[in-house]
């Protein structure tokens, strides 16, 4: 007879477990196993089997778009005043409600300018917002200004309300209005069909009467 035995002996997974729990079973795929009689060797055949950890892993949440609402209030040197809300659901398109008072009756440009600065008034505010660097319009025109929000229309009593929708101007994103000023100005915008010299950068809309910064609020 031999001086040595070797054995082979195919070890069930659920006992490699509790018998080898150290035991990488991805880098390992198989061990000999020495018993404790002298010169006889178990090979335990381990085979790759999913870890429970891995199995409970948890899923990575889907993070859901919530509504987001911000406000910009309106003040100027004049009497001209007013409050502006802006919502978006979503990713979709932004609703500007609008109500400003002590206008003149008729037809007022309104803009979103680029800047949220009011140090001197509304002049520094700075141009319209217009990321893409195109020329003025109306909001209906593919060629326009982020900014370009058309006129809105003061009743005899000299309040404008109105509701516009625009998918320009977001609440979130690289091109969010939050932070920049919205103003309501002294003349009805040409949505750049005038032929003024000013038509295709401000709609020859005129002075400004009023402005806000607008900022992100509870909803």
């Known amino acids: 007879m031999a001086a ?28 000999p196993l020495h018993s404790s009689f002298h010169g006889v060797a178990l090979k335990a055949n381990v085979r790759p089997f999913l870890s429970l950890a891995a199995a ?12 987001k609402k911000a406000v910009a209030v309106l003040k100027g040197t004049s009497s001209v005043e007013g409050v502006v809300t802006l919502t978006q659901e979503d990713d979709g398109p932004t609703t500007v409600n ?66 516009i929708v625009d998918s320009q101007i977001p609440l979130t994103g690289p091109n969010s209005v939050v932070g920049r000023a919205l103003v309501v100005h002294e003349l009805e915008d040409d949505l750049g069909k005038g032929g003024h010299e000013l038509s295709l950068t401000t709609g020859n809309a005129g002075g400004r009467l009023a402005c806000g910064v607008v900022g992100l609020t509870p909803l």
């Open 56 to 67: 409970t892993a948890p899923k990575p949440l889907t993070v859901v778009a919530a509504t």
């Open 4 to 31: 040595h035995t070797v054995l082979s002996a195919a070890v069930p997974a659920a006992h490699q477990a509790l018998l080898f729990p150290n035991l990488s079973t991805a880098s390992s795929p198989s061990l």
């Open 98 to 163: 609008v109500r400003i008072t002590g206008l003149t009756p008729g037809k007022h440009g309104f803009h979103l300018h680029e800047f949220g600065d009011t140090t001197n008034g509304c002049i520094s505010t700075g141009p319209h917002f217009n990321p893409s660097g195109l020329t003025h319009g109306a909001p209906e025109d593919e060629v326009r200004h982020a900014g370009d929000l058309g006129n809105i229309v003061a009743n005899a009593d000299g309040v404008a309300e109105a509701t």
